[in-house]
């Protein structure tokens, strides 16, 4: 079947431009390979999207599928490895190939790794990316999170309500993040804050039990006896895969502008994945309604 249009991501943007492209009449079909809702159906708590004062994460992206399904777009679980441009667009994923008229790209970030020795080995064994999915195995353990942003901080205020003690590793000794969630992490009276520090190195067996932290300015080093690490510390584009087909800048964000219009004709870039100023629910939102309305229009 030649759908009309493909998107690849079921995240805000994606969800988004389902929304507005099935409202066209179009034929929708849309690739989720692991969340839908995408980053934000983690987060405890959404608080800044127009019109809806407080929403969990979690329905917030409940009710994006709800409203895209209802619609017509058709949702597919499976991840996209490689996509071919031609007279129309080729998408091969873990179950087939299938074609379309015109896709939309919203893959939106992962999460950046901190790139030091022993991270790896640890992975899955005490470092974790995710408080949500992995906080539970370490309910009355200590606990360190390492970053400076709002993830970061959220990190760490939802583990001080499941650990014993969160350590919370900055480089710098002032944090991104809002200053409202800055100072509600400083009310905890379980959690210790670690700044102008980096991770040194990773001890443990076969599990983690400790890191190495050392003060940036004094050189001093600490070890932190630890059941788990949690870094938080930013994210970068998830696009890989089609670099040989649209043009990248060189952190990985595609080439796109407000109009989402990337290199290759037909084929557009919605949501966090694109190079842009400000990555939020609504700059998301407001990519995936331009790329499908854009996308509609001449098919
Ligand atoms: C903890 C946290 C809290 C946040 N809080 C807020 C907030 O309060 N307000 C706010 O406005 N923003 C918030 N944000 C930012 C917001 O979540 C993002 O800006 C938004 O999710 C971007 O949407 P997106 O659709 O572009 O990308 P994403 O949400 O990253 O969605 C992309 C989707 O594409 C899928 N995907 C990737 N590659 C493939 C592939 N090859 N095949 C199939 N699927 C694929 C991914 O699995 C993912 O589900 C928060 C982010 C985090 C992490």
Request: glycine share 10%.
């Amino acid at each position: 079947m030649l759908y009309d249009i493909i998107i690849i991501g079921g995240g805000c943007a994606g969800l988004t431009a389902a929304i507005y492209a099935a409202r066209a009449g179009k034929e929708v079909l849309v690739f989720e390979s692991d969340a839908v809702g995408g980053q934000i159906s983690t987060s405890p708590k959404v608080e800044n999207f127009p019109s809806i004062k407080q929403i969990s994460g979690a329905e917030f992206s409940d009710n994006l599928l709800a409203q895209a399904t209802s619609f017509g777009a058709k949702l597919i679980a499976e991840k996209v490895a490689e996509i071919k441009d031609g007279e129309t667009k080729t998408v091969i994923t873990s179950g087939g190939e299938y074609e379309c008229k015109r896709l939309i790209i919203a893959t939106g970030v992962k999460h950046r790794k901190l790139g030091a020795d022993g991270e790896e080995d640890y992975e899955g064994k005490g470092v974790s990316y995710c408080a949500v999915c992995d906080g539970m195995f370490f309910r009355d353990a200590d606990v360190a999170v390492i970053g400076g942003g709002d993830s970061a901080v959220i990190t760490s205020l939802y583990l001080s309500n499941i650990c014993k003690k969160v350590y919370h590793i900055h480089r710098r000794d002032e944090f991104r993040a809002e200053s409202y969630r800055v100072n509600e992490l400083k009310t905890k009276s379980n959690v210790e804050l670690v700044l102008s520090s980096n991770i040194s190195s990773f001890e443990g067996d076969d599990f983690l039990q400790a890191v190495i932290v050392e003060n940036v300015n004094t050189k001093e080093q600490r070890k932190l006896e630890i059941d788990g690490l949690f870094i938080s510390i930013g994210y970068s584009p998830d696009s890989e895969i089609f670099k040989d087909v649209i043009a990248l800048d060189n952190e990985g964000y595609i080439i796109a502008g407000e109009d989402c219009k990337t290199s290759a004709d037909g084929i557009y870039a919605a949501g966090d994945c694109r190079t842009k100023s400000l990555r939020q629910l609504t700059t998301a939102a407001a990519d995936g309604s331009v790329a499908a309305v854009s996308a509609s229009a001449d098919i």
